[in-house]
Each structure stands twice: as structure tokens, then as C-alpha cells.
């Protein structure tokens, strides 16, 4: 289902936008910039920089855990631009899988919306159990179960309130984590340069850790491209701009200011954050049982600093699941809004918040309280690859969905100086942003903790499809052949 003409994807924009904007009991567009900032920054910071991190550099190695993370920059800056433009033509919320709909076809557009669903129901989960299992270093004695049930509540509770105090909350929550980041970048970049009064011992020096007994790349170079997925979910929330769209005030200016302010911000943090945790850590004794940072704090000996960077992280994974319960409530509002999923979901409270919807989504949460029961430890790393590859086909269908849409807009006369945003080098961004989703893919097939995604996400994807064309492909070729038999 394509694109007919440009002025039609303008229309279809305003109409939207004027929609949300008139009634009084939609979404509001109550966000500014900077709450989108903070809600991608809040949704990207979490459990895949301050937990699996230790995954990737204990299996890629220092430098390959460095070179995964550049190349994980490098696709969400890719993705980013991509997205970017869809958004300010689009500017409506949970807007994936409309973007896929109206220029893929209307069956892509379910799938994706379901896949972005399964990703944030799965890394509640995943920030759950992190959270809990850092806990642990205060409440040995106390199950992990216990620590989800209390943050899912509390998680609830914010997103339940308006979407404007989840903005305003999520903002400082952000901010709080960033400030965890900087304080790792610069107190530990100092250590590594020799300046480090507190630590007990010896402590590394920048590059020492990076050449390991096993040489540079200890697992091989192939140890890159496996880990290439445990760190595109890393960065996986960049894209809550977009499902934030709707809820913003003057897309056309903020939705920009803010992708390129945190593509910039993005691209600081992670890879300075690896970088010192690569030098600092021994790549064999990092683990996904203890943080990284906190590893590093107590390295540099200062007085209970571990301990409140253990608190950090926590809030920090808190304010991740706290975007991905967002996300999630607004994707099924989408759907049922297209009239692709129960009309229930589109109910909203008088203060515009869709609680059928959010409902529902905290179940995605409950998987948490089944792998912290099982096997924390073990089955937090399958919950990241599931939602890992749940973000790079979502990463996949945004990418496809501008190259398809750009193309159409110029075959079809548009001007492109009338667009408010354009993404740059068009078509290779998203050709390359596209190519390298498929190699992460391709390289999790070969590593037993993450080839589950594979065996789980492949046939939910497969799902969709066939639940779309039996429930809805069916229904609208039956009603195209009556009216066809009308017409004749």
C-alpha cells in the first residue's frame, strides 16, 4: 500500500495531527523537546549499557566490545535519520508501524507494530530483573520476584497519572543516569591516566587491558558481529521519538532538534562509557551478575561508591522500563486506532491515557517475575536477544519504510525542498542501515546464548502475517470483490 502522491502523505499528517490536537479526551501534545531527549536518552540508558555490557566485552573482547558499540553507533545514527523524516511526516503516536502500512503494505505495518510491542514487553522483563538482581548486593535474602512486583507498581503508576508527568518524570530520571555516564567517563578516564588516590592496588593503565592473553580479538573476530545484537538493543529507544510523535507540541521543529541531539549524546556516552570499562575491567571477569560500572567504581576505591552507582543503575534501569511501559501501551493505542487490534485499547481516561492498553502491556512484565524465578542470570541474556531482534527488525521496516517513501515522494513530482526534514545521502543510508540489521542477525545464529531470538522472533514475525491476512487480508479482499461486483 503505497504512497500515491506527496500531498497525500501531507494530508494524512495534518489530519492526524488535527485529530489528537481537537479532541478533548485523545492524546495530548503536551511534550517539548526536551522531554523527547530525555525519554530517548531514558530509553536507550538501561540494562543493555549497564548490565550486558559486561556480556559483550567478555565475548568480543575490549576492542571488539569498542568496535561493536562504534558500529551500533554508526546503525542509530542511520536509523535515526531515517526515522527523522517519517516522523515529522507522520507526527502521529505509535507511528512504526503506520509508516510500514503506508508504504510497505498494511500487513507490515501489523507485524512491526506487534514486533515493537514483544521488544518493550520483553525488556520490561529484562530491566526488572536486572534491577532485582542488583538488589541483591543490599537483599541477598530477598527474592528478585519481589523487587519486579514493587517496581512494576511504582512503573505503573507514573504512566498512569498523564503522559506530561511521565515526561516530566522520565526527564529527571534521564538525567540522573546521564550524570552516572559522565561521572564514569571522567572519573575512570582519569584513573586509566594514572590519576586514581583512592584504589586499593595497582590500577590499569589506559590500553594495558585491551591486549589480552588471547591476543586482541581473545574469541576472534566473528566474537564482534555475535555481540552485535546484545548492543543494538543497547541502544534500542532511540526510536521512542517517533512512538512519542503524536504527543508532541510543533513536530516539525522538536522531532529533529531532538534526533540530533541525541544521536550526538548517544554516540558520547556509549562509546566513551565502553571505552573505560573496556580498559579498566580484565574482559574475563566481567559478568552480567554484577555491573560494570559498579565494578569500576569500586575499583577506584572511593567511599560508597559502589554502592550509589548501584542506586543509579537501578533507577536508570527503572527509567528504561518506565519509556518501554510508554511505548508499549501507545503501540496497542496505534493498532487499535487503525482498528488492527480490540477497540478496548483505544479507550483513554479523561486526562488522555489509554489504560486498557497500559494494562496489558504490564503483563509484558510478568516475564520478568518467570526468569528471576528460573534463572536469573541465564534467562535475562535470552530476554535481551529476543528483544534485541524485536528492535532490529523494527530498526529494518523504519529504514525500508523512508527508502520506499522517499522514492515515491520524488516519482510521484514532490519537491524536496519543501520537506521540513530530510535525511542525508539518500539512498545509502538506508540501504547500508538495512544491510547491517541483516549481519547482526546473521551473526546471532552462531552464538548458543542468543540463537534463541532466532528460533522465538523468526516465527512471531511469521505469526503476524498469517494472523494478519486470515483476520483482515481476507476481510478486505472480500469487501474489494463486493464492491468491485457492485460496481459492474
Not at 19 to 27: C, E, F, M, N, V
Not at 197 to 218: I, M, Q, R, W, Y
Not at 240 to 266: D, S
Request: charge should be neutral; charged fraction near 10%.
Amino acid at each position: 500500500m503505497g504512497l500515491s502522491s506527496p500531498t497525500e502523505a501531507e494530508a494524512s499528517a495534518h489530519e492526524a495531527q488535527s485529530r489528537t490536537d481537537a479532541s478533548p479526551t485523545g492524546l495530548r501534545r503536551s511534550m517539548e523537546a526536551r522531554h523527547l531527549v530525555m525519554i530517548a536518552m531514558g530509553g536507550v540508558i538501561g540494562s543493555g549499557l549497564f548490565v550486558s555490557s559486561g556480556y559483550t566485552i567478555s565475548t568480543a573482547g575490549p576492542l571488539g566490545a569498542v568496535i561493536a558499540f562504534l558500529i551500533g553507533a554508526v546503525v542509530v545514527y542511520l536509523v535515526m535519520a531515517c526515522l527523522g523524516e517519517l516522523a515529522v511526516a507522520f507526527p502521529v503516536s505509535g507511528a512504526f508501524h503506520i509508516y510500514a502500512a503506508r508504504t510497505i503494505g498494511p500487513a507490515t505495518g501489523f507485524a512491526t507494530a506487534w514486533l515493537y510491542w514483544l521488544c518493550w514487553a520483553v525488556a520490561l522483563g529484562s530491566e526488572f530483573t536486572a534491577a532485582g538482581l542488583l538488589m541483591q548486593r543490599w537483599f541477598p535474602g530477598v527474592d528478585v520476584w519481589i523487587w519486579c512486583f514493587v517496581f512494576a507498581t511504582v512503573l505503573f503508576t507514573l504512566n498512569a497519572i498523564s503522559s506530561r508527568v511521565f515526561g516530566e518524570s522520565e526527564f529527571w530520571f534521564a538525567l540522573i543516569k546521564v550524570a552516572a555516564v559522565v561521572g564514569l567517563i571522567i572519573l575512570g578516564g582519569a584513573a586509566l591516566a594514572g590519576f586514581h588516590p583512592l584504589a586499593a592496588g595497582d590500577f590499569p593503565s589506559f590500553g594495558e587491558n585491551f591486549s589480552t592473553p588471547d591476543g586482541l580479538f581473545p574469541n576472534g573476530f566473528t566474537g564482534v558481529f555475535v555481540t552485535c545484537l546484545a548492543v543494538f538493543y543497547a541502544f534500542s529507544g532511540s526510536e521512542l521519538i517517533g512512538v512519542a510523535a503524536g504527543e508532541t507540541a510543533n513536530p516539525g521543529a522538536n522531532i529533529p532538534k531532538a534526533m540530533r541531539t541525541t544521536v550526538i549524546r548517544l554516540m558520547i556516552f556509549f562509546v566513551g562509557a565502553i571505552v573505560v570499562i573496556a580498559a579498566t575491567i580484565p574482559y574475563e571477569q566481567v559478568s552480567v551478575d554484577e555491573s560494570p560500572f559498579v565494578t569500576v567504581f569500586s575499583m577506584l576505591g572511593i567511599p560508597f561508591a559502589a554502592d550509589i552507582m548501584n542506586f543509579v543503575i537501578i533507577t536508570a534501569l527503572l527509567s528504561a522500563g518506565n519509556c518501554g511501559l510508554f511505548s508499549c501501551a501507545r503501540m496497542l493505542f496505534s493498532l487499535a486506532d487503525e482498528g488492527h487490534a480490540p477497540k478496548a485499547f483505544r479507550k483513554l481516561t479523561k486526562r488522555g491515557i489509554p489504560m486498557v492498553a497500559l494494562c496489558v502491556s504490564m503483563l509484558g512484565g510478568l516475564a520478568s517475575l518467570i526468569s528471576s524465578v528460573v534463572a536469573p542470570a541465564t534467562v535475562y541474556l535470552v530476554l535481551v536477544s529476543v528483544a534485541g531482534f524485536a528492535t532490529v527488525g523494527v530498526w529494518m521496516s523504519i529504514v525500508a519504510s523512508h527508502f520506499i517513501y522517499r522514492r515515491t515522494f520524488i516519482k510521484n513530482g514532490g519537491d524536496l525542498s519543501t520537506l521540513p526534514y530530510k535525511a542525508p545521502l539518500f539512498p545509502l543510508v538506508p540501504i547500508f542501515a538495512f544491510a547491517l540489521c541483516v549481519v547482526s542477525l546473521i551473526g546471532i545464529a552462531f552464538d548458543p546464548n542468543q540463537v534463541a531470538a532466532l528460533l522465538f522472533g523468526v516465527p512471531f514475525v511469521g505469526a503476524c502475517y498469517a494472523i494478519f491476512y486470515f483476520k483482515y487480508g481476507r476481510r478486505r479482499s472480500l469487501k474489494k470483490a463486493v464492491s468491485g461486483s457492485a460496481a459492474s
